[in-house]
T-cell receptor, first 111, second 115 residues
Framework: KQEVTQIPAALSVPEGENLVLNCSFT??????LQWFRQDPGKGLTSLLL?????REQTSGRLNASLDKSSGRSTLYIAASQPGDSATYLC??????????FGDGTTLTVKP | NAGVTQTPKFQVLKTGQSMTLQCAQD?????MSWYRQDPGMGLRLIHY???????DQGEVPNGYNVSRSTTEDFPLRLLSAAPSQTSVYFC??????????????FGAGSRLTVL
């Protein structure tokens, strides 16, 4: 059974800092890994998807990396802003239509 | 495109009542799934479908039924609501544009309270 762990559970940083969120998974036989953002009381917004054959993906200030052999992914956020405050979830797809989610990291960026 | 539409957004039920959460997508996605999210936790898969007429159980299927008669719709039925089913429910659809890609698109969620 795939298990996904996100560390830390919560993170508070001052505006402008670069930061890294971590995601680890137990079964390396994955199709892809996807990072989502969730604002309080809202749905999930897809940020980045890394296919199993890829090592990283970038979108603006966000960079996600994937190391299948070690079962790890990181989400790097450069020059953090208060608007980045949200919960970040990673999801691992190990079978068609079935994704396993971590519990998320709640990020607070202080002005 | 509306994307993934869930109704209702909010619902309060009494223990033992039944109801259906509706989910519709207009993107012609093959795959659809239902998740529940409890406070402070990630999403747990309830049921999923890889196409019309095909459904399967996820991690937490007990107390829920699904069917997929069309590509667009994937309703979730609560047969006899229990307080443990108080949660936020998310429907998602996805497609495979290429090997290994499964881009999940979520609805806005349905918040259910069972008294």
């Amino acid at each position: 059974k795939q298990e996904v762990t996100q560390i830390p559970a919560a993170l508070s940083v001052p505006e402008g800092e670069n930061l890294v969120l971590n995601c680890s998974f137990t079964d390396s036989a994955i199709y892809n890994l996807q990072w989502f953002r969730q604002d309080p009381g809202k749905g999930l917004t897809s940020l980045l998807l890394i296919q199993s054959s890829q090592r990283e993906q970038t979108s603006g200030r966000l960079n996600a990396s994937l190391d299948k052999s070690s079962g790890r992914s990181t989400l790097y956020i450069a020059a953090s802003q208060p608007g980045d405050s949200a919960t970040y979830l990673c999801a691992v797809d190990t079978n068609a239509g079935k994704s396993t989610f971590g519990d998320g990291t709640t990020l607070t960026v202080k002005p | 495109n509306a994307g993934v539409t869930q109704t209702p957004k909010f619902q309060v039920l009494k223990t033992g009542q039944s109801m259906t959460l509706q989910c519709a997508q207009d993107m012609n996605h093959e795959y659809m799934s239902w998740y529940r999210q409890d406070p402070g936790m990630g999403l747990r898969l309830i049921h999923y479908s890889v196409g019309a007429g095909i459904t399967d159980q996820g991690e937490v299927p007990n107390g829920y039924n699904v069917s997929r008669s069309t590509t667009e719709d994937f309703p979730l039925r609560l047969l006899s609501a229990a307080p443990s089913q108080t949660s936020v429910y998310f429907c998602a659809s996805s497609y495979y544009p290429g090997p290994g890609a499964n881009v999940l698109t979520f609805g806005a969620g349905s918040r259910l309270t069972v008294l």
